[in-house]
């Protein structure tokens, strides 16, 4: 790998060499250092990367140690939305390589992900921010306990549909990523509840957006405790909340927050 940092300029020479000469060596200017596209600086592989689909990224990561050391360096976001099958075992082996990452899509249009996969996740990517496990339906609070002790520095986390997980579990993990500015509990009925929204309002004052659609044990006393305890809630999706009435509508902003 090429170190130190290189210009736009240089960068364009790479990649031209790399067109013209399949890889092979060039003389003169920044081409001068080029050995193959094994060599290939860090920067210019990024920006080539930034162009092509997750799944490119992960053959990427393999050709060699170099290109696995770059991306393991300077990849910050990945999906694996796309992946139909062992989507658990995918990401236990790529969690170790990629743990810079900050934004993680691991959607699911059918139940795959284990609760092992997310320990793997929190074990490795500490600098985690935005997580989506949508859909997770064989997940056990032991993902979001994880979570809690590995990935404090989440803002946002999609765990809509995953029905498994206890109102004790989300109340844990409210009381260490403290910074969450967007939670979506769609569907979560067992988590939702107004003791986890109680936990909620105590622990995440950033907390922007919360979607609790389809949430049907939440009642009025949960939507006072936001009211109080989240000054910057902005959207709040309520949607088949039979139990919510006018009055947490009507509640007064300045009563202070509670727990």
Known sequence: MVSGGLGSGDLDAWFQNLIVSGGGKKSGGAAAAMAGWKDI???????????????????????????????CLGLTNLSLSWCKNNMSSLVQSLAPKFTKLQVLSLRQDRPQLEDSAVETVATFCHDLRDLDLSKSFRLTD?????????????????????????????????????????????????????????????????????????CEGVSDDGVTSLASGCPDLRALDLCGCVLITAAAACHDLSRPKFF
């Open 41 to 71: 600086p860090m920067e210019l592989l990024l920006r080539i990367i930034s162009l092509v689909d997750d799944r490119m990224v992960i053959v990427a990561s393999g050709v060699c140690t170099g290109w696995r050391d770059a991306l």
């Open 142 to 214: 032991c993902s979001l306990y994880s979570l809690a002790n590995g990935c404090p520095r989440l803002t946002k986390l999609n765990i809509s549909g995953c029905s498994a997980f206890s109102d004790s579990a989300l109340a844990y993990l409210t009381s260490y990523c403290r910074n969450l500015k967007s939670l979506n509990l769609c569907g979560c009925g067992r988590a939702a509840t107004d003791r986890a929204l109680q936990a909620i309002a105590y622990n995440c004052s950033q907390l922007q957006t919360l979607n609790l659609g389809w």
